[in-house]
Antibody, heavy 122, light 113 residues
Framework: EVKLVESGGGFVQPGRSLRLSCRTS????????VSWIRQAPGKGLEWVGF??????????EYAANVKGRFTISRDDSVGIAYLQMNSLKTEDTATYFC?????????????WGQGVRVTVSS | DIVLTQSPESLAVSLGEGATITCKSN????????????LAWYQQRPGQPPSLLIS???TRESGVPDRFSGSGSGTDFTLTISSLQTEDVAVYYC?????????FGQGTRLEIK
């Protein structure tokens, strides 16, 4: 069974950092890209960024409003993807989902984690 | 950025009746060389993460009931539910992967009348 489980969320003050983890199981993690997608309270879905598999250099792409502040990485030896979030802003408050991408470039996603809540507030 | 506009924003349908949600893109999502439309549909039930229903505009995912169907090409797409069931109460989103940043429609809330 394919599973993705996010962790690392919580309450943080503006300007601080937080690192989310996405632990995977049930598939060969190294063969897939991973997207991070967020959802502000009561709002719609927003794509945050994507990391390719190591076969494609583990290169990343980001939404403009997080580029330079957020970094996605992966550790294929343990099947985990990370979202490092720096210089957090109140507008980053959301539930963050990691999801398995179906293609080598950012595409649609076929499996989602349950999500982890991040609250940025003073 | 590609903008996806869904309509309606909310919809109330009687059990057993059909429902149609549209998604319009401000540019074509068809890659002619691939002959694919880079458009997917997701369902998000209350308190749950989204789940993939339809990919490439019209390919139903494994395990998705056949009352769900997707159609359209280029800039205009439709998600149709042929006979509404209680478990279909959800918010539905379209998403394009033609170019980054990937973008989603604003969502359509489907309720039982």
């Amino acid at each position: 069974e394919v599973k993705l489980v996010e962790s690392g969320g919580g309450f943080v003050q503006p300007g601080r950092s937080l690192r989310l983890s996405c632990r995977t199981s049930g598939f060969t993690f190294g063969n897939f890209g991973v997207s991070w997608i967020r959802q502000a309270p009561g709002k719609g879905l927003e794509w945050v960024g994507f990391i390719r598999s190591n076969v494609y250099g583990a290169t990343t792409e980001y939404a403009a409003n997080v580029k330079g502040r957020f970094t996605i990485s992966r550790d294929d030896s343990v099947g985990i993807a990370y979202l490092q979030m720096n210089s957090l802003k109140t507008e980053d408050t959301a539930t963050y989902f990691c999801a398995r991408d179906v293609d080598y470039s950012p595409s649609h996603v076929d499996y989602w984690g349950q999500g982890v809540r991040v609250t940025v507030s003073s | 950025d590609i903008v996806l506009t869904q309509s309606p924003e909310s919809l109330a349908v009687s059990l057993g009746e059909g429902a149609t949600i549209t998604c319009k893109s401000n540019q074509s999502l068809l890659y002619p060389s691939h002959n694919k439309n880079y458009l997917a549909w997701y369902q998000q039930r209350p308190g749950q993460p989204p789940s993939l229903l339809i990919s490439w505009a019209s390919t139903r995912e494994s395990g998705v009931p056949d009352r769900f169907s997707g159609s359209g090409s280029g800039t205009d797409f439709t998600l149709t539910i042929s006979s509404l069931q209680t478990e279909d109460v959800a918010v539905y989103y379209c998403q394009q992967s033609y170019s980054t940043p990937l973008t989603f429609g604003q969502g359509t809330r489907l309720e039982i009348k």
